[in-house]
């Protein structure tokens, strides 16, 4: 059974650009979060999709958004990239249940803005 | 407000001796589930076992075991046997119920010496 799938997984982006990141769920999986990682800030939750629908937001600048697609895969986006963006940005899936007690991880994807 | 802390920055630790990383959380919700991650430098986030606020016993997965004490409120893992391989970064996380949102604390680096 396949992970979950993170594309891609480096990138170099320049000061006021912007860049999607895909996530592709464990396959069966519906819920799809996205976690910022940064040495100065840690982990922080960006937000939660569920069957296409965003159910949880974190404390992030509308520059953040994501989506969900019908089967189940995720983009999130940044829009006027800064220097501060630059982080690891991880892709979680969880199964259908709520209150589940298996939430997975991708490998991430490492952005760098300079 | 859930919050995650891990007061060990960092561990070193002999191979082969056993190492317990603490954690404790606070929350104000009866039902939630605590997570213990490993994060290689590679930046996975791997699932390592998981406890639910109201399990009757403490979970185990292979030689990692979690150390639940709901009345002080803490949620230590517990490596048994340790392996040059267990080197890495360890989160410890909370979710609440209902919630795909996990909080996580600060981690605790740990280094399996020789």
């Known amino acids: 059974k396949a992970g979950v799938t993170q594309t891609p997984r480096y990138l170099i982006k320049t000061r006021g650009q912007q860049v999607t990141l895909s996530c592709s769920p464990i396959?069966?999986?519906?819920?799809v979060s996205w976690y910022q990682q940064t040495p100065g800030q840690g982990l922080q939750f960006l937000f939660e999709?569920?069957?296409?629908?965003?159910?949880n937001k974190g404390n992030f600048p509308g520059r953040f958004s994501g989506r969900q697609f019908s089967n189940s895969r995720s983009e999130m986006n940044v829009s006027t990239l800064e220097l501060g963006d630059s982080a690891l940005y991880l892709c979680?899936?969880?199964?259908?249940?709520?209150?589940?007690?298996?939430?997975?991880f991708g490998e991430g994807s490492w952005l760098t803005v300079v | 407000a859930q919050k995650i802390t891990q007061t060990q920055p960092g561990m070193f630790v002999q191979e082969k001796e056993a190492v317990t990383l603490d954690c404790t959380y606070d929350?104000?919700?009866?039902?939630?589930?605590l997570f213990w991650y490993k994060q290689p430098s590679s930046g996975e986030m791997i699932f390592l076992i998981y406890?639910?606020?109201?399990?009757?016993q403490n979970a185990t997965e292979g030689r990692y075991s979690l150390n639940f004490q709901k009345a002080r409120k803490s949620a230590n893992l517990v490596i048994s046997a340790s392996q040059l391989g267990d080197s890495a970064m360890y989160f410890c996380?909370?979710?609440?119920?209902?919630?795909?949102?996990?909080?996580f604390g600060q981690g605790t680096r740990l280094t399996i010496n020789p």
């Open positions: 929350t104000s919700d009866p039902s939630y589930g």
């Open positions: 406890q639910g606020s109201y399990d009757q």
């Open positions: 979680a899936s969880s199964p259908p249940e709520t209150g589940g007690n298996t939430i997975y």
């Open positions: 396959s069966g999986h519906r819920s």
């Open positions: 999709y569920f069957s296409e629908t965003q159910r």
């Open positions: 996380a909370m979710r609440e119920q209902g919630a795909q949102k996990l909080v």
